[in-house]
C-alpha cells in the first residue's frame, strides 16, 4: 500500500506563493491520478486539483489561473504550486491517488495548513 505524506504549508500573506510536495512510499508511475484537496473545520472536503498518468490536468474554479499541479513519476512526488494567495485558500491541503478511475482512492496524506493571512 502506497503511503502519501504532504509536506510544504506554511503561514503566507496575501499575494504570496508556497508550493506543496505530495511524496509517496512506493512507485506512483502506474497511479491513474493524483489529486489535491482541502478542507476548513466545519465544510466538506474539496477537490481542488488532479493529474492523470498521461498529464491530463483539471482544476476547481476559484484556483484556475493560480494553482498548478504537477507530478513527477521518477521522484513518486506531486506537487501544487499555489500563486496568487487568497485568504479563503487557508485549509488543510491533502494529497491522495487513484489506481483507475473506477476505484476509490487508495490513501490519504495526514495534510498540511496552509494559512493565508496578513
Known sequence: QVQLVESGGGLV???GSLRLSCAASGSISSLYAMFWYRQVPGKQ??????????????YVDSVKGRFTISRDNAKNTASLQMNSLKPEDTA????????SPFEGYITWGPGTQVTVSS
Not at 45 to 58: D, K, P, Y
Not at 92 to 99: E, G, H, L, N, S
Open 13 to 15: 500573506q496575501p499575494g
Open 45 to 58: 472536503r474539496e477537490l481542488v486539483a488532479f493529474i492523470t498518468s498521461g498529464g491530463t490536468t483539471s
Open 92 to 99: 488543510v491541503y491533502y494529497c491522495t491517488a487513484k489506481r
